[in-house]
Nanobody, 133 residues
Framework: QLQLVESGGGLVQPGGSLRLSCAASGFTSDYYAIGWFRQAPGKEREGVSCISSSDGSTFYPDSKKGRFTISRDNAKNTVYLQMDSLKPEDTAVYSC??????????????????????????WGQGTQVTVSS
């Protein structure tokens, strides 16, 4: 079973940057969609970005474009989330999740991933990001 472990969270000042890591192990499928999600206190969880494990295709909701960059390093079995120009409203628990797919897929699937409309098989434990001065 695929297992995911997030790391890299912490306290950062407004305008600062963080890079989160999602380390994966126990692969059972050739293809995955992997996403970063966040949940702030008192708010519902929302998608930040999703990426294809096979070709690195990415998708960002319009509200997340510009300051967030998702990437992968398959040699390290890790997906990253680079966060720049952080704002206090970015404070949240950030989690990664993965869903196996039967084969190569179109970008529409990544959009559905960010919208949390897929049946994610694995979730990490989450890492806290606090943006405060």
């Amino acid at each position: 079973q695929l297992q995911l472990v997030e790391s890299g969270g912490g306290l950062v000042q407004p305008g600062g940057s963080l890079r989160l890591s999602c380390a994966a192990s126990g692969f059972t499928s050739d293809y995955y969609a992997i996403g970063w999600f966040r949940q702030a206190p008192g708010k519902e969880r929302e998608g930040v970005s999703c990426i294809s494990s096979s070709d690195g295709s990415t998708f960002y909701p319009d509200s997340k474009k510009g300051r967030f960059t998702i990437s992968r390093d398959n040699a390290k079995n890790t997906v990253y989330l680079q966060m720049d120009s952080l704002k206090p409203e970015d404070t949240a628990v950030y989690s990664c999740a993965a869903v196996p797919v039967p084969g190569p897929f179109r970008l529409l699937l990544l959009k559905l991933c960010t919208e949390m409309k897929l049946d994610f098989a694995s979730w990490g434990q989450g890492t806290q990001v606090t943006v405060s001065s």
